[in-house]
């Protein structure tokens, strides 16, 4: 049973950088895609990216490309989505999940506020 | 704006059935990808209900359905219950956003 255990909360200024963590426990970390997506507060959810840990392939959605970096360390089942240059719509919070087609599970979320 | 379209909110009594469309396009649903739904209870994670367009994961009542035709895809409550309260989301994915994943804009349901 795949279990997805995500960093806590952030606080974070205008223009600066968040890495959210999303450690895996359960299954093999490398044979199945990691997917990020987000929901701001009161809103729908937003699919950010998923990286292919045994590839190494990513791919973002356009509206966050040049701003995110997911990225994966398979030796801690870990992986990290990095959002640069935050403004204040970014406020949200931040969920991993497993899967390419359907997600499942997904990790509890982390809440990541920016503001000045 | 969401690729996908949702109704905002849906309302049904105890028992009775409701259903949840998913309207989108020839460059997603139209263009053969499967269409997913979740389910999320206020405050908590989104939860696999529907995959591959049809099929139910284990441990989701069978009282949950999916169907899928042409560009559009809709979900069916039967027998509602008060704890069916929820926002729902529809997923698929996108060859016109180089292969990106989309989501509905989510409906809520109440159980009234």
């Known amino acids: 049973q795949v279990q997805l255990v995500q960093s806590g909360a952030e606080v974070k200024k205008p223009g600066s950088s968040v890495k959210v963590s999303c450690k895996a426990s359960?299954?093999?970390?490398?044979?199945?895609?990691i997917t990020w997506v987000r929901q701001a507060p009161g809103q729908g959810l937003e699919w950010m990216g998923r990286i292919i840990p045994i590839l190494g392939i990513v791919n973002y959605a356009q509206k966050f490309q040049g701003r995110v970096t997911i990225t994966a360390d398979k030796s801690t089942s870990t992986a990290y989505m990095e959002l640069s240059s935050l403004r204040s719509e970014d406020t949200a919070v931040y969920y991993c999940?497993?899967?390419?087609?359907?997600?499942?599970?997904w990790g509890q979320g982390t809440l990541v506020t920016v503001s000045s | 704006q969401s690729v996908l379209t949702q109704p905002p909110s849906v309302s049904g009594a105890p028992g009775q059935r409701v259903t949840i469309s998913c309207t989108g396009s020839?460059?997603?649903?139209?263009?053969?990808?499967?269409v997913h739904w979740y389910q999320q209870l206020p405050g908590t994670a989104p939860k696999l209900l529907i995959y591959?367009?049809?099929n139910r994961p284990s441990g989701v009542p069978d009282r949950f359905s999916g169907s899928k035709s042409g560009t559009s895809a809709s979900l069916a409550i039967t027998g509602l219950q008060v704890e069916d309260e929820a926002d729902y989301y529809c997923q698929s994915y996108d060859n016109s956003l180089r292969g990106s994943g989309v989501f509905g804009g989510g409906t809520k349901l109440t159980v009234l």
């Open positions: 999940a497993r899967g390419r087609e359907e997600f499942d599970p």
């Open positions: 020839s460059s997603n649903i139209g263009a053969n990808y499967d």
């Open positions: 359960g299954g093999t970390f490398s044979s199945y895609d």
């Open positions: 591959g367009n049809t």
